[in-house]
């Protein structure tokens, strides 16, 4: 029901940077919120950061002020300007869409996830 197309993962050195796009199409569907997790080896998924349709941000602690998303709203795209790199934010990162026919039925869809890799 919703599509993904994730770009811009990589190997890079601590302390560089990387760009990751999303963008999510539907035929049917709303497309609501967006946002970006990350599942690193033998780690729970967790939340980076979000964006809803009307430019509100949140961001994990461990990220603020280091990553940034925007939003194309009009064409349904996700940003994710990622500085100061650890090795700690290797991840698999996953792009997320609240999509849905209306406003009181919303439902979460997930991209294939495209791999960050922070190593010297």
């Known amino acids: 029901q919703v599509q993904f197309v994730e770009s811009g993962g990589g190997l890079v050195q601590p302390g560089g940077s990387l760009r990751l796009s999303c963008a999510a199409s539907s035929s049917i569907f709303r497309i609501y919120a967006m946002g970006w997790y990350r599942q690193a080896p033998g780690k729970q998924r967790e939340v980076v950061a979000g964006i809803t349709s009307g430019g509100n941000t949140n961001y994990a602690d461990s990220v603020k002020g280091r990553f940034t998303i925007s939003r194309d709203t009009a064409l349904n795209t996700v940003y994710l300007q990622m500085n100061s790199l650890k090795p700690e934010d290797t991840a698999v990162y996953y792009c997320?869409?609240?999509?849905?026919?209306?406003?009181?039925?919303?439902?979460?869809?997930w991209g294939q996830g495209t791999q960050v890799t922070v190593s010297s």
């Open positions: 997320h869409a609240d999509a849905g026919p209306t406003n009181a039925a919303i439902l979460n869809y």
